[in-house]
């Protein structure tokens, strides 16, 4: 999104889905009659940003955790059709009040029931700006949050007048305005439903997580793992095939693929670029090279004094200076494939080429626009990243072909770990430019723009903010139906290229493995490994 999964930013220089219908690697070949439905397994992470609550997780570590504990109404398949999970039906005639039934029999992980009331408590309590849930936005459509979120004075309500509970599993959504692609969104795990006991002590629930999903908290030792269960009580269409997860954190993921080899880690969600070269030799049929829907981009800091109020010529000639041709060929071996755009491959309403030339290195363009933008500031800039992803070897790459093609000197700002390249960007302290990689929260184009480039969204962390843009957007968001939804939202992209909201670097691709410990790995559209799918050997 993600990354960050919410939007989700994503962490490695790389929705737990329906197992029946993920695309990707893996054979279960004839280990089916060999797994052990208790056998527990392991999964590459890093330390979660933020306490495990559905609303306040913009970031892949935290989200492929909160995926397995919480199931919400709806999931996506492989082509990325909407398929019910806690939802009956939700039905709407005008793409603006929406009745949603859920299947009858949900619980907790406490024994309590999964009721209408437990995700219009939840969705009211995630937007009330006073519980600060990093994701709280995304109500925003729904009747009645500007009262309950204001952007300015104070709040003239604590609930959104549009969430109507009808009776114990019925409720209604109307939205301040009709959207088409609305139903696409509730996939996010933002809108997960919460048990009464959350209330009691919000943050004592980040930390001990009571969900509805197929698995159960178990414990989080900070900084070195999270273990979850079995949840055997569950009732969604994807029931864990293994007995549990631990999710393993790794500050470095070459000391992950070592463990991997030696049979420490089972699942890798990510191989670093030091070992791209060796690990389909070293895992054999157990090595996975897959497409997903994420793309990898330079944030923009707009708020400092170096880019406020720059031309856009300057950032069109960083981006013509970067030769993505190679840097995908040789540092990340192939592994990557040159972006022409900002929205990932695989979503609903991809276009190829939406950028133009600006995505094309071409030195002396690159140089001239530049100059015809009235320079860099300070003719240097810096591109900060997370240590423990990655990324250290691509960013001295951008770099090099920046300085090489333009004279602008370029430099590495490394942070520790991904917690800490995040915190940076929520307090608006990143110096200049920023690693931003995305992986889809829901399958449609809006997710990519809308969500990323809007002035008010949570997914903005640059401050990006454009007039036009943001009409131009109502204009989609307004549309009548999805499909022209997804043509007004492919308008909006290509003129994104007059503003550069971004610098489109590169899509992404799932190199990763598993130990022989394991079968039936399969990775999701978002890039996570289908968890639930997973069996051991015994």
Same mark, same amino acid.
């Given at each position: ?33 060999a797994a052990d439905p208790n056998g527990k397994f392991s999964v590459e992470v890093g330390e979660p940003q933020n306490p495990l609550q559905p609303a306040n997780t913009m970031e892949s ?61 939840? *969705?009211? *309590? ?11 936005? *995304? ?80 414990? +989080? ?72 829907? %994420? ?11 170096? +880019? ?33 755009? +900002? ?50 070897? +691509? ?9 090489? %093609? ?133």
């Amino acid at each position: 999104m993600r990354g960050a999964k919410s939007a989700k930013w994503v962490a490695i220089a790389a929705v737990v889905a329906l197992g029946a219908t993920a695309c990707g690697g893996g054979n279960d070949g004839d280990s089916k009659a060999a797994a052990d439905p208790n056998g527990k397994f392991s999964v590459e992470v890093g330390e979660p940003q933020n306490p495990l609550q559905p609303a306040n997780t913009m970031e892949s570590n935290g989200s492929i955790v909160i995926k397995s504990l919480f199931s919400g109404l709806v999931d996506y398949d492989s082509s990325g059709k909407i398929v019910n999970i806690n939802a009956q039906s939700i039905d709407t005639s005008d793409n603006k009040t929406f009745t949603v039934k859920l299947k009858p029999g949900w619980k907790f992980h406490d024994g309590t029931p999964v009721t209408a009331t437990s995700y219009v408590k939840a *969705w009211n *309590w995630a937007a009330n700006p006073d519980n600060k849930q990093t994701n709280s936005f *995304w109500f925003s459509d729904i009747e009645g949050y500007d009262k309950v979120a204001p952007e300015k004075g104070k709040p003239s309500a604590k609930e959104m007048s549009g969430l109507k509970v009808v009776d114990d599993n019925t409720f209604t959504i109307k939205l301040s305005k009709p959207i088409p692609y609305f139903v696409y969104k509730l996939g996010y795990e933002v809108f997960d439903p919460l048990p009464e006991s959350f209330y009691k002590d919000p943050k004592a629930a980040g930390q001990k997580p009571i969900g509805n999903g197929p698995y159960k908290f178990v414990s +989080w030792q900070h900084n070195k793992q999270i273990e979850v269960v079995k949840n055997d009580d569950y009732k969604g269409p994807n029931a864990a095939k293994n007995g549990g997860v631990t999710f393993k954190n790794y500050s470095k993921l070459e000391t992950a693929y070592q463990d991997l080899k030696s049979g420490n880690l089972d699942v890798m969600r990510q191989v670093a670029p030091r070992d791209l070269p060796v690990y389909k030799q070293d895992l054999g049929d157990r090595a996975v090279d897959q497409s997903y829907s %994420a793309i990898q981009t330079l944030g923009v800091a707009f708020y400092t004094k170096q +880019w406020k109020d720059i031309d856009p010529k300057v950032l069109q000639g960083l981006s013509m200076a970067i030769d993505r041709d190679t840097i995908t060929k040789t540092v990340l071996q192939g592994t990557r494939e040159p972006a022409t755009g +900002w929205v990932a491959k695989g979503v609903l309403g991809y276009q190829a080429d939406a950028a133009g030339d600006v995505t094309k290195f071409d030195a002396a363009k690159a140089k001239q626009l530049i100059k015809e933008g009235g320079g860099v500031p300070g003719n240097k800039i810096s591109i900060q990243f997370n240590a423990d992803g990655g990324h250290k070897e +691509w960013v001295e790459a951008v770099c090099g072909s920046i300085t090489k %093609a333009t004279g602008v000197k370029c430099d590495g700002d490394s942070k520790p770990d991904f917690q800490s390249d995040l915190n940076a960007r929520d307090n608006k302290q990143v110096k200049s430019l920023y690693r931003s990689g995305w992986v889809l929260d829901y399958p449609f184009i809006s997710n990519f723009i809308r969500d990323l480039f809007g002035t008010k969204s949570d997914g903005n962390q640059g401050g990006f903010s454009n007039k036009k843009v943001d009409q131009l957007i109502a204009d989609a968001d307004a549309a009548k139906s999805l499909e022209e939804s997804e043509k007004l939202y492919q308008e909006v992209e290509k003129q994104l290229v007059d503003y550069m909201p971004s610098i489109p670097l590169w899509y992404y691709k799932v190199n990763a493995g598993y130990s022989e410990k394991v079968s039936g790995v399969k990775y999701a559209q978002d890039g996570d490994p289908i968890l639930t799918g997973v069996q051991v050997k015994k």
